[in-house]
Structure formats: C-alpha cells, structure tokens
C-alpha cells in the first residue's frame, strides 16, 4: 500500500472518532488510489497518450437515517475534517428537511485483504514496447484489402481501495486490469461497414504477450470486409443463436439493471414483486459473482460486504435481486455485496458485478442446427441501444452476423439490430450451450447516475425461438 493510503487511513480512524461525538448513527470511508494509462493508435500515428492518477478519500454520514456524502483530495487533517464535517452538515440538513429515511441493514465487520493476480506488472512495460502492441494491431488489420481504416487502444488500470467503517470494517482490495481493442473499416459498393475485438483481463502485461494479435487483427479486418459487401436482413422475427458477448449485453442491460434493488425499491422495475415466479424458461439460471476469474475482480463491494455469487434466475424462476444495505433493509432482504462507487469522489449505488447466464449442456454446433433457418448473431460490431429496466424493453445495435440456411451458417448480414421484451426472450430460450463464457472490459463498463465502474457479463451460447431482428 502506498504511503499516502497510509497517511489518509490514520486521519480517517481520527475522523470516526470526531464523528462519534457528533452523534451520528453510521460513518464510513473509501480511500482510493487509482491511475490509468491508454493509447490510442489511428491509421498511422499516435492520436493520444494519456495517464491519469488520482488519491483520495470520501465519507457517507448517517443521521437518523439520512445520508450525506463528502470527499477530498488533500492529505492532510484540515482537509480529511472538512470532508468530514460537510457529509455530516449534508445529512442533517436532509434530517431536518424530511423526507423518507434510509437506514441500513446489519452486516457483520469484516477485515480482510484480497489482490488480484498477475505476472507481469504493466506499467513497468516500456513505452516503446506499449505502442508496438497498437501499432501491430493497426498495421494488420490495414494489409487486409479492402479495409481502408483502423483503430488500435491499449488500456493499463490499477485501482486500489480501503473501505473502513465505525462498526470496525476494514476491507483493502487491489486489482490490475489489462486490455487492448482494435477496430477496422472497410468499404463496398453497398458502403461501409465496421468491425471490432477486444480483449481485457484482471492480469499484468502476459495478457498481451500471450495472445496473438496478428491473427486477432487479421481476423477483424477481414470480417469488416465480409461485413461491407453484406446484405441487410428483412425485418421481422427470427429464430437466433446468440453469440455470448451479446448475450452478455442483453441480460447485463435488460434484466441487470431491472433487478438492482435501488430500482426494484422506486418501483422502476419489471421485475419489481415477482420474487417466486416463472420468468424465463426452465433451462435459464442467472447470477451476478464477483469473483469469476474471466470478470472484473470484486470480492468486496464499497461498503466492504463480501460479494458471494448471488442467484438472481433459477430454472426459470425470479430468486433475488441485488442490493447494498440501505436497499437490503427497504426490501428486507440480505445485503448482496453491490453497493459500489465510480470513485471515492462518488455516493454508493447499487451495482452489477458479473452478470451472466448459466451454461446448459449443447455444442454450438447443435444450437445452429436447431435454429434450422435463422440468424447467428455475432456482436463484433455492437454499436450499443436502448433499455427500459421500468418496461423490460430494449433495442440493441448489434452489427455483424450470418444467416442461418438449412441448419448451417452461411451469409454475412449488416445493419441488425434486437427490439423485444427481456421477459419474452427469457421464455423463448430453447436450448443453452455447454462452454461459459464472461467478458469484462478496461475501456468502458456500466454506466448509471453519471458514473462508470468495470463489469463482466456473458453466458453461454444461446439459442432463442423468436425475437424481433430489425433490417430492411
């Protein structure tokens, strides 16, 4: 731990006591030291090198059940104290001005210490060797005739975070995360078309010298070129096989958010008072774990509750939801181990960690079989869309994929997208594969109320009787 954690944990421990003879109900603190480097590599140059890093501590007061939030960057008592004291002002203030408390839920104080593993520490990686990774992605994807651009990144974060609390919780976690992307563009005379991979890991630099980027760059620049003389499909419904990053994004978006217990409470849920019922098919089980080794590492939330794997979906049916413990307490039920921040700047939200569907027991191959006429839908040009957690609806760009003739893939296809209700795609699963398959991202992750933190979702690959596939 660096020094500076150090310092800020000891004025923090001063903190808890100034704010026991405030009399608050409740004081917690996040101290955080984060930093961030990426590169991004455009055609021909380096169109940006940036590192970010940043060192601090935010509090949450509890008075009588009403929160306030504070945080500083300063390392010193005067600034850790007028944190302090603007949380505490914040939710007295919300106190007196009414409203409906939010008291927490019991939770154990817990101690505990967890680090992500890695061989190869990343930013020690010499710049020089950095940008060879981008530029050989780049240059790659170029020798593909056709391809008339690319695009490369590289992403290095490290994030490290104590969580402390007056009830005697002290929860350190470090994770390293390492990822790469490359995109390219091809033209056609029907136009032009994009395609993308890329690939990220709770792991040091051996990520990238275990992959081959040469095939991976190949292999995007090609598909773009397939995609860019592709046909757009008619609209309709569709028998399709789901690749499981689409997947992946599906459940996260559509059914993720829908089950986070902040909006399950405000009732802007789907999902809201069907604990107990029949909401997909037999064969779908879902859950969100923090610790699947191919996922964004969280074996603590920010609250420092331990996030065990949490059964959301089981056979079909709706088991739980997630929640910290001001939404444990709301709904009554355990606090989950979700209740996560973007930063310590940031108040806690409820959250997804791994969101993924459980593998059945077919081969891919038998799932294009079963599909017999239909679509495979690949998601390596998933351009995002639209959800409603309130409605369960969602529409998703999800770029390249293939017909399916005769129980066989066999033509590319462009411009698709996905509109349904998650409750009906849910019902409509008939058949799930037997390899599971999660995905986490250094680039991007979920965004809610204005902040961002790193997730992981996926599945298996899945099979769906029908759904709404927008074209022509």
């Known amino acids: 731990m660096s020094d500076i954690i150090t310092g800020l ?15 608050v109900d409740f004081i917690d603190a996040r101290i955080q030291d984060y930093r961030y480097e990426s590169i991004v590599y455009d055609n021909d140059r380096v169109k940006s090198y940036s590192y970010t ?3 601090g501590v935010g509090f949450r007061i509890v008075y009588k059940g009403f929160h306030g939030y504070s945080s500083t960057t300063i390392p010193t008592w005067e600034g850790i104290e007028k944190a302090l004291l603007t949380a505490y002002r914040m939710a007295k203030a919300l106190y007196h001005a009414g409203g409906e408390p939010s008291p927490l839920a019991e939770y154990p104080a817990i101690r505990a210490y967890s680090r992500s593993g890695y061989i190869k520490y990343p930013f020690e990686i010499s710049d020089d060797e950095k940008i060879e990774v981008v530029k050989t992605l780049v240059s790659t994807a170029k020798e593909v005739k056709g391809v008339v651009s690319a695009t490369a990144r590289l992403g290095l974060q490290h ?3 104590v969580v402390l609390n007056n009830e005697g919780t002290r929860v350190e976690t470090d994770v390293v995360l390492t990822g790469f992307f490359v995109s390219a563009v091809a033209r056609s005379d029907k136009g032009m078309e994009m395609a993308y991979d890329s690939k990220s890991k709770v792991s040091g630099w051996e990520l990238v010298e275990y992959t081959d980027l040469n095939a991976m760059a190949n ?3 090609e598909l773009a070129v397939k995609a860019a003389h592709a046909t757009v499909p008619e609209a309709g419904k569709y028998r399709v096989v789901l690749h499981p990053e689409v997947v992946g994004l599906l459940v996260h978006e559509a059914l993720g958010h829908a089950s986070e217990g902040d909006l399950v409470a405000s009732d802007a849920s789907v999902i809201k008072d069907k604990l107990g019922q029949k909401i997909g098919s037999d064969l779908v089980s879902i859950v969100d774990d923090g610790r699947h080794p191919d996922g964004y590492y969280v074996p603590f939330d920010d609250e420092g509750v331990e996030k065990k794997k949490t059964t959301i979906v089981e056979n079909g049916v709706l088991k739980g939801y997630l929640a910290g413990r001001a939404e444990s307490q709301k709904l009554g039920i355990d606090p989950t181990g979700n ?6 700047q940031h108040p806690l939200l409820v959250r997804q960690t791994n969101y993924y569907i459980l593998p059945g027991d077919h081969a891919f191959d038998e799932l294009v079989q079963e599909a017999k006429d239909g679509i495979y839908v690949t998601g390596k040009g998933a351009r995002g869309g639209e959800v409603d957690p309130g409605a369960g609806t969602f529409t998703f760009g999800v770029g390249v994929s293939w017909k399916i003739e005769n129980g066989e893939i066999t033509t590319p296809l462009r411009g698709v997208t996905l509109t349904g209700m998650i409750l009906d795609v849910l019902r409509n699963i008939e058949a799930l594969g037997k390899d599971l398959h999660v995905y986490t991202s250094v680039f991007g992750g979920c965004g809610k109320s204005g902040q961002l933190v790193r997730v992981g979702d996926g599945g298996p690959y899945v099979l769906v009787g029908e759904i709404i596939v927008g074209g022509r």
């Open 9 to 23: 944990e000891s004025y923090v421990e001063k903190a808890f006591r100034k704010a026991e003879e405030l009399g």
């Open 159 to 161: 994030d490290k975070r």
């Open 339 to 344: 209740s996560r921040v973007m930063s310590y």
């Open 219 to 221: 292999e995007i620049g």
């Open 53 to 55: 890093t940043t060192t």
